[in-house]
């Protein structure tokens, strides 16, 4: 969901990112595109989309990537933090994801 280059570690996003290309794709992720929108030197169309919030979080979880991460999460909370609690657990779906760059 964070589309960094293979091999990117986590820590290093930042840096991964502030290389755009001005005909790059803009991200799937509403929250990244948001993030990354903030930048200068993005491209333009970037910005204009990231102002389309709703429209583009209604295409976005239409998506294969966000279907199989909402899968995996509810796993997640399921087969690991329900049995961890040892009861029923109520959760957010889709969680509050944040992104904060430096």
């Given at each position: 969901?964070?589309?960094?280059?293979?091999?990117?570690r986590?820590?290093?996003a930042?840096?991964?990112?502030?290389?755009i290309a001005p005909?790059a794709?803009a991200?799937?992720?509403?929250a990244?595109?948001?993030?990354?929108?903030?930048c200068?030197k993005?491209?333009k169309?970037?910005r204009?989309?990231?102002?389309?919030?709703?429209e583009?979080i209604?295409?976005?979880?239409r998506t294969?990537e966000?279907?199989?991460?909402?899968?995996?999460y509810r796993?997640f909370?399921?087969?690991?933090?329900?049995r961890?609690v040892?009861e029923?657990?109520?959760f957010?779906v889709p969680?509050?994801?944040r992104?904060h760059?430096?």
């Open positions: 969901l964070l589309e960094l280059p293979e091999g990117t986590l820590e290093d930042h840096e991964a990112w502030r290389a005909d794709a991200p799937l992720c509403p990244v595109l948001c993030a990354r929108a903030r200068s993005c491209p169309s970037w204009l989309l990231a102002g389309r919030k709703r583009h209604r295409s976005f979880r294969p966000y279907l199989a991460f909402i899968r995996a796993g909370v399921g087969d690991v933090i329900a961890v040892g029923e657990v109520a957010q969680p509050t994801l992104i760059l430096p």
